[in-house]
């Protein structure tokens, strides 16, 4: 890799070498400029200071007294009435539990959702059925010191690479701190890869990210200390990242997953036109509540 | 989240001296397959099932259970009639992804046949690639 700048005598910037037009373009450079064209959101995009499950932490402070943690539900029953949710505590997963309420906004995955018995119609049931959930790998690594920055004059966003691992991504924030440094060292989704990396032991994903990164950063070698990874089809409460709507399934079944069905409501980013997005998510929250209030305001 | 279907290749790595100097990540590994593209190029079923259905249905087959669960393929009567697994391999069912796109007929029938003679699994009627055909939709 070449130096990130020159200096000249007098410290005037001397020209690098430019890259040669068929190395662009044999990089398939347009593909990974495809990311930034983008139509259905705003591409630009922003990080909660502390990173993405800011969101939900916030959230949690909100209304944690609301929530009970470790429960798996068994069931979802309704009638005319009302609403009953049999669940297991998974410290003591015998005794079957049960919560009641007029109304129910229900956001358990599909991938789960559609393993439990649900009194639902058949055109809902059947939309429950009908999305497969995408495989997705993100893998950490921390590092002694901040390289990129320091070896590199890399401030920040992503190495696109046609490596498996696809992207390095770097912090956007805590420039040129010395001391250690954590990177986004695999972001796999939409293909064969994010099977492959799933398959593996956690620590084999940690290796090979090393393997393959130190491909493009030499100083992976000398400067690892710790990873982590992360294989969506293995995280047990969603058993896969979202909900991979072919557009087939999505003219058959959106509408009726959306709809409320007697007094269930579903939501999450699987309800949503953004799947895999916490903005997804968001929004269909937003509508399912909206509608959900009307529905109860006219009844 | 867009797909995209280049030509695909083979990254086969071996077990490099920066593995091994990473004792920490995990221990140096066998060969690995990886495909560049949205299709796989692992060609027998035992590579596909390490690479592809093992992530799920994990390494010995027997399934795992979080909130929902991953069915055990071990001892499974369900593969009895290959047209029952071809038909998941090839179109998904549920959460399930459907891999009829993301594989060859020849890809499939290779894992279907290598899941009905393992894992406890000894169905002697071998599939082909032909019959995979005759499955998709």
């Known amino acids: 890799m070449a130096e990130p700048f020159h200096l000249g005598q007098g410290g005037q910037p001397l020209p690098g070498e430019p890259l040669a037009l068929s190395d662009i373009l044999k990089s398939r450079v347009w593909r990974y400029l495809l990311n930034f064209a983008n139509y259905n959101f705003q591409t630009t995009m922003f990080q909660p200071v502390g990173g993405m499950d800011m969101i939900g932490k916030a959230f949690a402070r909100e209304v944690g007294d609301l929530i009970r943690y470790n429960c798996k539900v068994t069931r979802i029953q309704q009638n005319d009435r009302g609403v009953t949710v049999s669940y297991v505590d998974t410290a003591s997963p015998a005794a079957v539990r049960q919560a009641q309420a007029d109304w129910c906004i229900c956001t358990i995955p599909l991938s789960i959702l559609s393993q439990l018995p649900v009194d639902v119609s058949a055109a809902v049931k059947s939309a429950i059925d009908a999305v497969p959930y995408a495989g997705s790998v993100k893998i950490g690594l921390q590092f002694k010191r901040r390289f990129w920055e320091e070896d590199e004059a890399i401030y920040g966003g992503i190495s696109y690479t046609d490596l498996p691992i696809r992207q390095i991504a770097y912090p956007n924030t805590g420039f040129n701190r010395s001391g250690r440094g954590v990177l986004l060292g695999a972001y796999i989704f939409d293909g064969a890869n994010a099977y492959e990396f799933t398959a593996m032991t956690p620590a084999e994903r940690v290796a090979r990210a090393i393997e393959f990164g130190a491909m493009i950063h030499p100083q992976y070698a000398a400067e690892y200390e710790n990873g982590i990874a992360v294989a969506w089809h293995r995280v047990p409460f969603a058993l896969g990242c979202s909900g991979d709507w072919s557009e087939e399934a999505r003219i058959t079944h959106y509408r009726n997953l959306c709809q409320i069905d007697g007094r269930i409501a579903l939501a999450g980013e699987h309800a949503s036109a953004l799947p895999a997005w916490q903005e997804g998510a968001i929004l269909s929250s937003l509508d399912a509540i909206t509608r959900l209030h009307d529905r109860v305001m006219r009844t | ?137």
């Open chain 2, 1 to 137: 989240m867009q797909q995209s279907r280049p030509s695909s290749r083979t990254w086969r790595l071996g077990a490099a001296a920066l593995l091994a100097s990473l004792s920490a990540a995990g221990s140096a590994q066998d060969d690995r397959t990886f495909s560049s593209g949205y299709r796989f190029v692992e060609m027998t079923g035992e590579e596909l099932f390490a690479n592809v259905c093992q992530g799920c249905h994990m390494r010995d087959a027997g399934g795992a259970i979080g909130a929902g669960s991953y069915p055990s393929l071990a001892d499974n009567r369900n593969l009895e009639a290959a047209g029952y697994p071809i038909s998941l391999v090839v179109n998904g069912r549920r959460g399930m992804p459907p891999f009829g796109d993301m594989m060859t007929d020849g890809q499939i029938a290779a894992v279907v046949n290598y899941l009905r003679t393992h894992f406890g699994n000894s169905y002697q009627d071998v599939v082909t690639a032909k019959d995979v055909r005759d499955a998709r939709r």
